[in-house]
């Protein structure tokens, strides 16, 4: 048989369900993948005695009948949400020992639902990054081909290598500029942003207010159904969280896709453009034609601005919310002979590299004299990049893109350790969709020549996961991808 960490959740859920194994046996058997493959380096925290509590909790329940819809489900979780009275770092040293008295609304939501923590996981610090290679916890590893040390993409690359690497039934990420989709595409696993305001970010360590959403990373197109089915939903402690109606996604799966409209963007396509990527798109465009798809060949204009605007915008966003670290309210503290040596100690020795970049960028593109050039310019692009979208989805219902222009890069790459611009250029398919407050999902839909996967991404109307779900399934049942088992 197959091992019982392998299996999705929702194979899991039905294994809970008729007796074929319980969740402490379950939890029990993650705990153990946990400690083998610890060189991935995938969790910065374990917290295994806690995740056994709740599965003794969940198999009372299975007893019982009282069994919830995620009862038992053991999960990691992206260490930049807040987890009460478990520590939560944001992979930075600058939170060093903080312990959160709240929980955030999301991880809340999962936990009610009766879904269990295994720990937390591994990502760039404060979630700026692509590779995972800023995190103060060092790299992590892709679990493809190991050998070869591959980053797992970011910034949620600890979520993206443990679901990949079956040491968690699945996990929660958080999404910028691409965080939940470009790992999962490095991994060959599936993850949803869903659209700006479905999800709380009430209690999640805030880097872009006005981009950063959580979403589920998972094994198939059916486990982030699952989990955004209880992770979304308004809440009054998120200003920007949406009074929407929460439909059950599961809905959407397997449903036709005839005469959907399928918008391919030309923009997506420049010369040069990696021929395996090129190829899996071409595919996944095949799959959903044959599948009674329409496809329609659109324009996204103003995609030539997305990085330079999301590279302002972004980094003016981060200097404000990091403002708080100042060495009294969280974590670290350096002292100094003055109060404001004590902020300069705390913060230089606090935050690492790209940090420290991003908060001098965005400090610089708000500062008088340059806010109107920059920050102001950026924000009117913003709304062209949007508009575009607004055009785009006149003539189509969902639009298929690729979610990276490269599969997983080594650790340590030269190139992008040399300029960091290069490490921006891969965020180039993704950043549009946060800009413009989209859902994305990306799936694994092939490998490229030697053997690593690639990710296709669906972008949909505001508010309309379902129709990305549902294009998502159709290329799932077609296109035989095979997880790591
Ligand atoms: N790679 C992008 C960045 O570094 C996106 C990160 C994210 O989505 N959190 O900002």
Redesign the pocket.
Known sequence: MEKITSLTVHETLDGLKNKEFTATELTAAYIKEMEKRRALNAYVLETPEHALKQAEEADRRYRDGTARVLEGIPLGIKDLFCTKDIRTTACSRILDGFVPPYESTVTANLFAAGASCLGKLNL?EF????SNETSCYGPVVNPWQEERKLVPG??SGGSAAAVAANICAAATG???????R?PSAFCGVTGIKPTYGRCSRYGIVA?ASSLDQAGPIAKDVRDCALLLNVMAGYDHRDSTSVKAEVPDFTKALGQSVKGLKVGIPAEYRPAGLNPEIAACWDRGIEILKSAGAEIVNISLPHTKYALAV?YII?PAEASSNLARYDGLRYGLRVPGEHLDNMYINTRSAGFGKEVKRRIMIGTYVLSAGYYDAYYLKAQKVRRLIRDDFVQAFNRCDVILTPTAPTPAFPIGDNSMKENPIN??L??VF??SV?LAGLPGLSLPAGLSGDGLPLGLQLIGRAFDEETVFKAASAIEKECGFERLK
Do not use: E, K
């Open positions: 760039d979630a700026m990054g692509g970011g910034s958080t999404d910028t500029g691409g965080s939940i470009q880097f999301y972004a490490m921006w891969n965020d993704t950043v946060n």
